[in-house]
T-cell receptor, first 114, second 118 residues
Framework: DAKTTQPPSMDCAEGRAANLPCNHS???????VYWYRQIHSQGPQYIIH???NNETNEMASLIITEDRKSSTLILPHATLRDTAVYYC???????????????FGKGTLLTVNP | GAGVSQSPSNKVTEKGKDVELRCDPI?????LYWYRQSLGQGLEFLIY????????KSGLPSDRFSAERTGGSVSTLTIQRTQQEDSAVYLC????????????????FGPGTRLTVT
């Protein structure tokens, strides 16, 4: 799987949008961008994933650049409960080989401040 | 709906004892995965189940670790003769089946079992 680069930490004011960047310049054509987060002392939580089109669900929006070398996860109205480590993961779309394994890097610690 | 559940949430055991950790996946998720997360570390893959079979046990760190799954649902991870380096959070995840369609579905994680070996 391609590697990702994320800033180690970010701050955001409560109620404002949190924009978390991720670089994945070596992504392959069949690889998706996944985002998970891990709130302290909890298991990782799936947020969203996409291939090349922008995606939105009830939790967040995912914006992928046209060249697919970077993406941004957007939490439109951050709350204190969104404080967590956010992981950007690049993962093949097929489960062949050992592609089903999730490999988490160090992620971005997002701190939402009151 | 109900998510992945794991028990116990915390387990403290003495070095040399055996422990069993349980995972109950989301209903209908035939793929099940075990990972562990040591303090300040990333996730380490342990084992993958498709139904009751484990096509990939490559991440099990030693022969003291074993896992089984019965009825295509609940899975148990057993650690024999625990060592202090086994202390970690053990996470279970499940997903829709990956094998037949070779589609990589998103994995949903349980809350984990925090194992402390004293």
């Amino acid at each position: 799987d391609a590697k990702t680069t994320q800033p180690p930490s970010m701050d955001c004011a409560e109620g404002r949008a949190a924009n978390l960047p991720c670089n994945h310049s070596t992504i392959s054509g069949n690889e998706y961008v996944y985002w998970y987060r891990q709130i302290h002392s909890q298991g990782p939580q799936y947020i969203i994933h996409g291939l090349k089109n922008n995606e939105t669900n009830e939790m967040a929006s995912l914006i992928i650049t046209e060249d697919r070398k970077s993406s941004t996860l957007i939490l439109p109205h951050a709350t204190l409960r969104d404080t967590a480590v956010y992981y950007c993961i690049v993962r093949a779309g097929n489960s062949g080989g050992s592609n089903y394994k999730l490999t988490f890097g160090k992620g971005t610690l997002l701190t939402v401040n009151p | 709906g109900a998510g992945v559940s794991q028990s116990p949430s915390n387990k403290v055991t003495e070095k040399g004892k055996d422990v069993e950790l349980r995972c109950d996946p989301i209903s209908g998720h035939t793929a099940l995965y075990w990972y562990r997360q040591s303090l300040g570390q990333g996730l380490e893959f342990l084992i993958y189940f498709q139904g009751n079979s484990a096509p990939d046990k490559s991440g099990l760190p030693s022969d003291r670790f074993s896992a089984e799954r019965t009825g295509g649902s609940v899975s148990t991870l057993t650690i024999q003769r625990t060592q202090q380096e086994d202390s970690a959070v053990y996470l279970c995840a499940s997903s829709l089946p990956t094998a037949s369609l070779r589609v990589n579905y998103e994995q949903y994680f349980g809350p984990g079992t925090r194992l402390t070996v004293t």
